[in-house]
Every structure is written in structure tokens, then in C-alpha cells.
């Protein structure tokens, strides 16, 4: 069983860049979740085999998710970052083709912090 496994998270300045990067990401739907301090885990983005992205609104022009199933990896962009931002980032995989069940499979997480 292929593990799930999440890089490039980093401390950076307000309005920067970071590209984090899931490996083992040969599913059917991926995501991204992030979770802050003192605060509940939230879905930021998934992706379905067929490229259909759903993103949350706090997210949305800023930060992009793409699919190489040729290195079975899965990136986000993540650009303009605030520092509500700051979280630790987790990926996620389920089987449907949907994105419409439950996420059995999660990474270890990589922390982004955003600096005001």
C-alpha cells in the first residue's frame, strides 16, 4: 500500500509563495486539509480523476491544485498567502471518482507559516 507523503511547507513572509507537493497520490480524488491551531480541520481543495476541483472560498484565485497521475504526485500552488493561512497541511485520498465518500487515506502533514 502506497503511503501518502506531503513536502514543501515552509515559513515565509505575508503575500509569498509555496508549492507543496502529495506523493502517492494515485487515487481517484485527492485533497488538500488544513488545520490551525485551536481551530477545526478544513478541506481547502480536492480534485477528481477527471480534473474537477472544488475549492473553498477562502482560497479560491489563490491557490491552485494540479495532477501529474504520470508521477503520481499532486501539487498546490499556494500564492498571495496570509497569515491565516498558517496551518498544518494535510493530503487526503479517497476511491470515488466523485470525490463523494470518505478520506481513508491522509499524509503526515507539512506546517506553513505565514508571517504578518
Known amino acids: 500500500q502506497v503511503q501518502l507523503a506531503e513536502s514543501g511547507g515552509d515559513s515565509v513572509q505575508s503575500g509569498g509563495s509555496l508549492r507543496l507537493s502529495c506523493t502517492g497520490s494515485?487515487?481517484?480524488?485527492v485533497g488538500w486539509f488544513r488545520q490551525a491551531a485551536d481551530k477545526e480541520r478544513e478541506e481547502v481543495v480536492r480534485?477528481?480523476?477527471?480534473?474537477?476541483?472544488t475549492y473553498a472560498e477562502s482560497v479560491k484565485g489563490r491557490f491552485t491544485i494540479s495532477r501529474d497521475n504520470v508521477e503520481d504526485t499532486v501539487y498546490l500552488q499556494m500564492n498571495s498567502l496570509k497569515p491565516e493561512d498558517t496551518a498544518m497541511y494535510y493530503c487526503?485520498?479517497?476511491?470515488?471518482?466523485?470525490?463523494?465518500?470518505?478520506?481513508?487515506?491522509w499524509g503526515q502533514g507539512t506546517q506553513v507559516t505565514v508571517s504578518s
Open positions: 487526503a485520498a479517497q476511491p470515488t471518482y466523485t470525490c463523494s465518500s470518505s478520506w481513508p487515506r
Open positions: 494515485a487515487w481517484r480524488c
Open positions: 480534485i477528481s480523476t477527471a480534473g474537477i476541483t
